[in-house]
């Protein structure tokens, strides 16, 4: 499956309450009907005052010319769909997102563990947006992320999901992976991952602390940004 996220920034003079609200009650409306989207969700930060972002909204598509056609490229930010509700939903975005300041990321996500059965809806979530360490190809990074860190990480204490999201154009992508890792619990995931206000986490023993160990061996954590919210699911077909 293919995966749009917007990683969001409201603009200035608007609170996080207003942000949400209109997000919630004028976009969201508009968002889910996109052409395409077989999956919308979003996510709500838990520590709105301590979050890098005041949101994350995630499209899926079960076709890459789809999401891109809707969208834009990895390469075009500021996209501009000619007709439908994509167009509606970009002209939207000018009324309550700063823009310049909104990353995304474009990619193909694998699911390495589920618990859940899929069900994410109302579950916590740690999103680790992840640039590599200077000297590392991408390829490299990839290849000690999946076969080195992904072991340790799905086996971290109270996570009952875990997927990996790997961008569908390198080159022009923002960062090198997503790493997603879900919690039915927050102070499970707070033990773990650390809570919003503690990028450099501590954990002091089990699964948690080998992974914060192995981040070290291939992540630049300073320039990691990440997420911990909770997701609601917008819409899914069946």
């Known amino acids: 499956m293919y995966k749009h996220v917007a990683l969001l920034v409201r603009q200035d003079g608007l609170s996080h309450e207003e942000f949400v609200d209109y997000w919630q009650e004028n976009h969201t409306p508009i968002a889910r009907e996109i052409e395409g989207v077989v999956r919308y969700q979003q996510v709500l930060p838990t520590e709105p005052d301590h979050a890098e972002f005041d949101g994350l909204a995630e499209l899926y598509f079960e076709d890459l010319e789809a999401l891109h056609d809707a969208l834009g490229s990895e390469g075009s930010r500021d996209y501009d769909p000619e007709q439908g509700k994509a167009k509606e939903a970009r002209e939207d975005v000018d009324n309550f997102l700063a823009v310049e300041e909104r990353p995304r990321f474009i990619g193909e996500e694998t699911v390495q563990k589920d618990e859940v059965d899929g069900d994410t809806d109302g579950l916590y979530k740690h999103s680790a947006f992840l ?103 917008v819409t899914a077909e069946e």
Do not use: C
């Open 131 to 233: 640039v590599r360490q200077e000297g590392m190809s991408h390829e490299e990074f990839v290849d000690y992320w999946q076969e080195n860190h992904t072991p340790i990480a799905r086996e971290i204490e109270g996570v009952v999901k875990y997927n990996t999201v790997i961008p569908t154009d390198p080159e022009n992508a923002e960062f090198d992976g997503v790493a997603e890792l879900y919690f039915e619990d927050l102070e499970k995931l707070y033990d773990a991952l650390g809570s919003e206000g503690s990028r450099d986490y501590d954990p002091e023993n089990g699964k948690a602390k080998e992974a914060r160990e192995d981040v070290d061996n291939f992540l630049a954590i300073d320039e990691r940004p990440r997420f911990i919210g909770r997701e609601r699911l």
